[in-house]
């Protein structure tokens, strides 16, 4: 099974009619795509009420990929809301609970930022973190080349299998110690995760720059570079039983259209949104 959808489902201005409310969006969403990642967990673990209704909002065979609490994965930067570990990790345990409890959880997230590199004390913590998320799946992508180098790949990808950690696999700009090379390999038997996060590598490494997210998924994929995710993608599904593709090059507003002309190419059903419906206009001189 191939699941294609975005990065968030707010700020796709493509998929609903200009009079869409906010609260109606994921509905709307739902209605065009059959997997969401969820990135307003990254900043604050979301109360399990609203991710119950965001369960009961999404048909059946919906899923999410929830991604993991900024604290979680290094990057938080200022005062920790949690005092420890143990009640972040819980929170976010209990915020994942009724999602799961539906059976429209695809994956918890865990994206480590580009500083993250392959050491034993960061293996020693992976394990850990994993060992608190038991019981729940979980993705990791990685930001630092050091983890897939000729000397480490095969030992990353095997500690990957034995740990029981979903392989995030990425396409994104070859800039350097801070991007990851394509390794479109599966490490479990159940899912793999792809994340499309454009090709700009001019973009890629401007995070000191004021309107560095602006720039670092402005990318529009083209129809060749598809088509190469084409293969990769069926060459995954013969290593595992699904595979989620999110597009997150929302920059310039081009991931809508790329996911549903990949989803074209791989001979999915694509679902066009609503057309807008304007109110019918008085005619002053039918009275």
Not at 60 to 84: I, S
Not at 219 to 247: H, K, M
Request: charged letters at 25%.
């Amino acid at each position: 099974m191939i699941a294609v959808g975005l990065a968030g489902w707010g700020d796709h201005d493509s998929l609903y009619p200009g009079r869409t409310a906010a609260k109606d969006k994921l509905k709307a969403y739902a209605g065009q795509f059959s997997v969401v990642e969820m990135d307003s967990s990254f900043y604050a673990v979301q109360p399990p009420d609203r991710m119950a209704r965001y369960a009961e909002e999404t048909p059946a065979g919906f899923r999410f990929v929830v991604k993991a609490y900024q604290g979680m994965t290094g990057h938080l930067r200022g005062k920790p809301y949690y005092e420890k570990d143990s009640e972040m990790y819980s929170a976010f345990r209990d915020s994942l609970a009724p999602l799961r409890e539906a059976g429209k959880l695809a994956a918890a997230l865990f994206q480590y930022p580009p500083w993250f590199d392959c050491t034993l004390e960061n293996v020693r913590l992976l394990r850990e973190t994993k060992k608190r998320m038991e019981g729940f799946p979980c993705a990791i992508e990685f930001r630092h080349q050091s983890w897939f180098e000729a000397e480490y790949r095969e030992k990353t990808l095997a500690f990957m299998r034995d740990a029981g950690w979903i392989h995030s696999v990425c396409d994104e700009p070859q800039a350097g110690i801070g991007s990851v090379p394509v390794v479109p390999v599966a490490t479990t038997a159940d899912l793999t995760l792809v994340r499309m996060h454009g090709r700009n590598v001019g973009g890629w490494n401007q995070s000191g720059n004021a309107n560095w997210r602006e720039v670092r998924y402005l990318y529009d994929y083209s129809l060749d570079e598809l088509s190469e995710w084409q293969e990769r993608v069926r060459g995954l599904l013969g290593q595992c039983s699904a595979v989620a593709v999110i597009f997150n090059n929302n920059s310039g507003g081009h991931a809508a259209g790329n996911a549903k002309q990949f989803m074209k190419l791989l001979g999915l059903p694509v679902q066009e949104p609503p057309l807008e419906e304007h109110p019918e206009q008085l005619d002053l001189f039918n009275l």
